[in-house]
């Protein structure tokens, strides 16, 4: 079993910053594809930015293109999304997931996905 547990979410201006981590338990972190979506109040998942297994390979939604920036640390098991420029239209719970996809594979889609991490609320404020 596979845990994820998301932090760093909370309430931040128009323009500001903030760092969501997600800590995975498992001894092959490694070899996991991750990938951070996020939900709005009354809106689908959405696809937010992945990257693969060894963290070469990232992709990024069109919307957060620029201004997020996804980065792992397999020696600590956990992956990040740093979020710059944030605005209003970011608001939503962040959530974490990791995919069965093999090396590298980049999770772009909320398909191909067999674990997910509670979520972390991010609130940006105009």
């Known amino acids: 079993q596979v845990q994820l547990v998301e932090s760093g979410g909370g309430l931040v201006q128009a323009g500001g910053s903030l760092r969501l981590s997600c800590a995975v338990s498992?001894?092959?972190?490694?070899?996991?594809?991750m990938g951070w979506f996020r939900q709005a109040p009354g809106k689908e998942r959405e696809f937010v930015a992945g990257?693969?297994?060894?963290?070469?390979?990232?992709y990024y939604a069109i919307s957060v293109k620029g201004r997020f920036t996804i980065s792992r640390d397999n020696a600590k098991n956990t992956v990040y999304l740093q979020m710059n420029s944030l605005k209003p239209e970011d608001t939503a719970v962040y959530y974490c997931?990791?995919?069965?996809?093999?090396?590298?594979?980049?999770?772009?889609?909320?398909?191909?996905?067999?674990?997910w991490g509670q979520g972390t609320q991010v609130t940006v404020s105009s």
């Open positions: 997931a990791k995919s069965p996809g093999g090396r590298m594979f980049v999770p772009t889609t909320t398909s191909n996905l067999d674990y």
């Open positions: 990257i693969s297994n060894t963290g070469s390979l990232t």
């Open positions: 498992g001894r092959t972190f490694s070899t996991y594809p």
